[in-house]
């Protein structure tokens, strides 16, 4: 049974920085392509940025390139997300999730995960 466990949220001012860490459980997270989705109150769960098994390959959602990364430590089986410059509209429930494949053309789609998190609360003041 493979398990996710985030960890990290909590309250931040704007442009303060957090990171959140994403424990795989069960297998190793090395046969995993693993994600970061949020989801703000009212609002459909969206894309944050995708790494590759090796972690050779990242890719990001607009809005946040260039603030967030996301890495891999396959030998303690966890993905983090570094979080800089965090605004207000960063707040949300931040889940990751892992694929066995890792497809450009579905890597921002949450259908293409085989497992998620519970999610970990990230909140922004202004």
């Known amino acids: 049974q493979v398990h996710l466990v985030e960890s990290g949220g909590g309250l931040v001012q704007a442009g303060g920085s957090l990171r959140l860490s994403c424990g795989v459980s069960?297998?190793?997270?090395?046969?995993?392509?693993m994600a970061w989705f949020r989801q703000a109150p009212g609002k459909e769960r969206e894309f944050v940025g995708a790494?590759?098994?090796?972690?050779?390959?990242?890719e990001y959602e607009g809005s946040v390139m260039g603030r967030f990364t996301i890495s891999r430590d396959n030998s303690k089986n966890t993905v983090y997300l570094q979080m800089n410059g965090l605004k207000p509209e960063d707040t949300a429930v931040y889940f990751c999730?892992?694929?066995?494949?890792?497809?450009?053309?579905?890597?921002?789609?949450?259908?293409?995960?085989?497992?998620w998190g519970q999610g970990t609360q990230v909140t922004v003041s202004s």
């Open positions: 999730a892992a694929a066995f494949i890792f497809s450009l053309g579905q890597y921002r789609n949450a259908v293409a995960y085989d497992y």
């Open positions: 069960g297998r190793t997270s090395e046969d995993f392509a």
């Open positions: 790494v590759t098994h090796k972690g050779r390959h990242t």
